[in-house]
Every structure is written in C-alpha cells, then in structure tokens.
C-alpha cells in the first residue's frame, strides 16, 4: 500500500511521449482514484509539450511558478505565469511552451485519469 503521506521528491517521474525537458510525477493515479489524476509537471526552459489532444480527459491545469506560451485549439497564443488555470476540454488540441528562465512548474488534473502507459 502507498503511503498516505510523501514528499514530491520521493515520488518516481516519467516522461510523456512528445513532450521535451520535461518531468512529470504522478501524485494521484487512476489506481488511488479512478476518476481523476493529479500530476506535478516541470518543464525546463525552451521545453514543450508538443501539439496534442485528449479523446475523452478533461485537462484543467494550474501554473505554480514560471512562465509560459499556451496554445488552445486556433486561438493566437497566450502567455500566462504563476496562478493562472488552463481549462482544456475533451478533444481541444493545446501546446505548452515553457518560456524561462525558471522552470515551468504545473499541478494538472486529468478526469478521467489518461492512460498510463507512459
């Protein structure tokens, strides 16, 4: 059994598909919980997350520290930084660009969890 109680640093990272300089670490997963997922994300500076979408996950994410270029579907890019919440809907295809110089530093939420298989 996981323990109730750890440390970010404790918890294993992993590396999504086309996604580049970026950490991820699952804090809640579809075997803790099976509808949602939590994750702590960085993305080092000049890192992205390619071009993509989700079939059926709402995404909602929340920027805890650094700055970055958000694209969503055919919207103009957007450049947010510490406090702002990203709300990507099932099927919106979106691109996240970490900007520097601090790393990017995300919590992203996932309903239903995505697969795992990263």
Request: include cysteine; glycine fraction near 8%.
């Amino acid at each position: 059994m996981k323990p109730y109680i750890e440390t970010l640093s404790h918890i294993a990272t992993y590396q999504p598909a086309n996604h580049s300089s970026t950490t991820n670490r699952r804090l809640v997963s579809a075997q803790d919980c099976p509808r949602f997922e939590m994750v702590h994300g960085t993305i080092e500076p000049g890192g992205v997350a390619e071009r993509h979408f989700h079939d059926a996950a709402y995404q909602a994410m929340y920027v805890l520290g650094g700055m970055a270029e958000i694209s969503l579907g055919d919207q103009p890019p957007e450049k947010v930084n510490t406090g702002a919440v990203i709300r990507i809907p099932p099927g919106l295809t979106h691109e996240v660009k970490s900007l520097g110089p601090d790393n990017l530093e995300l919590l992203i939420i996932y309903s239903p969890p995505i697969s795992q298989k990263r």
